[in-house]
């Protein structure tokens, strides 16, 4: 009874003992190789794509700002044309008020078409930036991407030679 004991707990120890034991294959120096060329490819290729991140970002803030001072101008320039035109009708004697009346309400709607088409102008050009913005972001993705897949295709490599 005491040998079978004495195997029963010696196989159990040694059973544990071989379950722990690592059996991955050891690096080569060629794998280490690769994994740090990969890994500094990769970094560079996130670098970059941070930057070009960044600077789309800041077009598109620099875009979305010039917008809005087009279109403040245009609106502050339609705002002075219509306050000359009623200054105009103010001033108009009493058998001419009609005709002025007239002619300011010409000339506001003038200025309001103007500065409609300022205010369009303005933001197709701030929507073109953040398209061109949004393509230059996804491309730059889309070469970090590339290159973690190569850098991991060549860690395989090297792991096979």
């Given at each position: 009874m005491n040998k079978l004991l004495a195997t029963?707990?010696?196989?159990?120890?040694?059973?544990v003992a071989f379950a722990q034991a690592p059996v991955t294959p050891a690096a080569t120096p060629a794998v280490v190789k690769a994994e740090v060329k990969a890994d500094k490819a990769v970094a560079a290729a996130v670098?970059?794509?941070?930057?070009?991140?960044a600077k789309a970002d800041a077009k598109v803030e620099k875009a979305v700002a010039k917008s809005a001072e087009k279109k403040?101008?245009?609106?502050?320039?339609?705002?002075e044309t219509k306050a000359d035109a009623n200054m105009k009708v103010e001033k108009a004697g009493a058998e001419d008020k009609t005709k002025a009346v007239?002619?300011?309400e010409k000339t506001a709607a003038k200025?309001?078409?103007?500065?409609e088409?300022?205010?369009?102008?303005?933001?197709v050009k701030a929507d073109k930036v953040k398209l061109t913005a949004g393509a230059d972001k996804a491309m730059a993705k889309s070469e970090t991407t590339a290159v973690k897949a190569e850098a991991k295709a060549d860690v395989k490599a090297a792991g096979s030679k």
């Open positions: 029963l707990i010696a196989s159990l120890f040694a059973t670098k970059s794509e941070a930057k070009v991140d403040a101008d245009a609106n502050t320039k339609a705002a007239a002619k300011a200025a309001d078409e103007k500065a088409k300022a205010v369009v102008k303005a933001d």
